[in-house]
C-alpha cells in the first residue's frame, strides 16, 4: 500500500492504479531513467559520500582529470568491447554535449577564408546543428544534410556520425569520403545495440548519460587519436569550463567500478538495460504492426561480441512514421492522442516521422502504450 500523495502525477487511488483521463504520455526526451530500477536494486554499491574537504581543489592527478576514473573507463571499453583507446588521447567534458563543439572547433581550420563545412546525415542529432550555429565560430559553418554534398567537389568537411543513430539506432559510418569524422557513441553499449566489434574512430565521444543514465551528472568523454586536436580540444575545455566536476568525476569513478565489477554476473547493467529495452520493443512493436497506420524503422537481430551470441533489438528510441496521407504531422496527430513526441523536422527529416524515447520510466512507458492502443483501434475501425 502507497498513499495516495505518493502516486506519479497521473496516477490516483490507494493503490495508485488509476489512470488520470487528461495526462499525457511525454516521451520527448531521451532521459535515461529506465536505468533507476537498478540503482535501487544496487543502493548500497551506487552510494557515494563525499566529505566536506574532499576534491575542494581545482587540480586533479592529471590537472583537471582524475587518472584513475581515465584508467578505469579504458578497462570498461576493453571489457565491453566496443572501442579501442589504445594510443588515444582522452578529454573529460561536461557532458558529452560540451565536447560536440570543442571537436568542431579542433577539427576546423584556423584563419581561413574556407570555413569548414559542418554535416550530418538526416535524420541526425538536432544538437550538432543547434550548437554550430549558436557558437557561430568564423572557422566552420553549419552546411546541413550529407545528402546535400555527396556529388560536389568540396572538401573540407566536419561530418558528424552517431552510430547508433539517434533517432533511428541504425549503426551507421561516415559517408563523405575524405572529412573529418566526429563519431558520436553515446549509445554504443550493449544495452541499445550489439557490438558487431570495437569502434576505431579518430575522434570518438562517449556519455555516462546513456551508459549508467546518470544524465544529472553532466558527464562524457572523448577519445582523440591525433595530438594536435588533442591539445586544441584541451585548450577549448580550459577556456570553458576549466574541465569536468571534481565532485562529478567521483561518482563517475564509482559507477564505472561498479559497472566494471559486475560484468557477466547477475547484476550486469548491460543484461538489464537490454532485458528492458527489447521488452519494451517488442510490446510497441507488437502494437504499431497490428495496423497499417503506422511503422517503425526496421531492426534485426544481430550478433554481438559482448554477449557473444545473436541478440534482438533493444534501442533507444522508436522512430515512427505515419502512413497516412491524411496524418501528415505524425508528431501533431500523437499529441491530439495525448502524446508528447519529438517531431521530425527537428532532426532534418519530415513532419512524417517523430521520434517516441524509450528510455524512460516503466510508468511513462505504460502510459505511451495505453495512449497509443486507441489511435491503433481507431485507425482500424476507418479502414
Ligand atoms: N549525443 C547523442 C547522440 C545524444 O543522444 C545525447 C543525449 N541525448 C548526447 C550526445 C548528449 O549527452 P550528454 O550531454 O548528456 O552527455
Given at each position: 500500500w502507497?498513499?495516495t500523495?505518493?502516486?506519479n ?9 488509476v ?9 520527448d526526451?531521451g ?15 551506487g552510494?557515494?559520500v ?9 587540480s ?5 582529470k582524475?587518472l584513475?576514473?581515465?584508467n578505469h ?9 566496443n572501442?579501442i ?6 578529454v573529460f567534458?561536461?557532458g ?20 569548414a ?14 550548437q ?7 572557422d ?8 546535400k554534398?555527396?556529388?560536389s ?11 547508433p543513430n ?7 559510418d ?10 558520436d ?16 574512430g579518430?575522434?570518438?565521444i562517449?556519455t ?16 582523440i587519436k ?12 580550459q577556456?570553458?569550463s576549466?574541465g ?5 568525476q567521483?561518482?563517475i ?18 543484461e ?8 519494451r ?11 497499417s ?8 537481430p544481430q ?15 522508436a522512430?515512427?512514421k505515419?502512413?497516412?496521407e491524411?496524418?501528415?504531422?505524425c508528431?501533431?496527430?500523437?499529441m ?10 527537428k ?10 524515447s ?11 502504450l ?14
Amino acid at each position: 500500500w502507497r498513499p495516495t500523495c505518493e502516486c506519479n502525477t497521473c496516477y490516483i487511488g490507494s493503490d495508485c492504479s488509476v489512470l488520470l483521463s487528461n495526462c499525457s504520455a511525454d516521451v520527448d526526451s531521451g532521459d535515461p531513467l529506465f536505468l533507476e530500477p537498478y540503482w535501487m536494486q544496487h543502493a548500497a554499491k551506487g552510494a557515494v559520500v563525499l566529505s566536506g574537504w574532499h576534491r575542494m581543489s581545482y587540480s586533479t592527478t592529471d590537472h583537471f582529470k582524475s587518472l584513475e576514473l581515465e584508467n578505469h573507463i579504458r578497462l570498461l571499453h576493453a571489457a565491453v568491447g566496443n572501442a579501442i583507446t589504445d594510443g588515444k588521447y582522452l578529454v573529460f567534458g561536461t557532458g558529452s554535449t560540451q565536447l560536440i563543439n570543442a571537436l568542431v572547433y579542433a577539427l576546423s581550420p584556423e584563419n581561413t577564408s574556407s570555413p569548414a563545412s559542418v554535416v550530418a546525415t538526416v535524420p541526425y542529432y538536432p544538437m550538432y546543428k543547434e550548437q554550430t550555429e549558436l557558437f557561430n565560430g568564423r572557422d566552420y559553418e553549419w552546411e546541413g544534410a550529407t545528402a546535400k554534398w555527396r556529388n560536389s567537389n568540396k572538401t573540407n568537411f566536419v561530418e558528424f556520425v552517431t552510430s547508433p543513430n539517434n533517432p533511428d539506432c541504425l549503426l551507421c559510418d561516415s559517408v563523405l569520403g575524405g572529412s573529418s569524422v566526429i563519431y558520436d557513441h553515446a549509445y554504443y553499449w550493449p544495452h541499445f545495440t550489439a557490438i558487431p566489434e570495437p569502434a576505431d574512430g579518430d575522434a570518438m565521444i562517449f556519455t555516462v548519460s546513456k551508459l549508467s543514465g546518470h544524465a544529472g551528472s553532466r558527464f562524457g568523454w572523448a577519445f582523440i587519436k591525433d595530438e594536435n586536436v588533442y591539445n586544441k580540444v584541451s585548450n577549448y575545455l580550459q577556456y570553458n569550463s576549466m574541465g569536468a566536476s571534481r565532485d562529478t568525476q567521483s561518482r563517475i569513478f564509482n559507477y564505472v567500478k561498479v559497472i566494471l565489477a559486475e560484468i557477466g554476473s547477475n547484476a550486469d547493467i548491460f543484461e538489464f538495460g537490454f532485458n528492458k529495452l527489447r521488452k519494451r520493443w517488442q510490446r510497441l512493436q507488437a502494437l504499431v504492426n497490428s495496423s497499417s497506420r503506422f511503422s517503425l524503422q526496421q531492426l534485426s537481430p544481430q550478433y554481438c561480441t559482448y554477449f557473444k551470441k545473436i541478440r534482438d533489438p533493444s534501442p533507444a528510441y522508436a522512430w515512427l512514421k505515419c502512413e497516412n496521407e491524411e496524418d501528415a504531422d505524425c508528431a501533431e496527430v500523437l499529441m491530439k492522442g495525448g502524446i508528447i513526441s519529438r517531431g521530425g523536422t527537428k532532426f532534418g527529416s519530415s513532419t512524417q516521422y517523430t521520434r517516441l524515447s524509450l528510455l524512460k520510466t516503466d510508468d511513462n512507458f505504460e502510459m505511451l502504450l495505453q495512449k497509443f492502443k486507441p489511435l491503433v483501434a481507431s485507425s482500424d475501425e476507418n479502414t
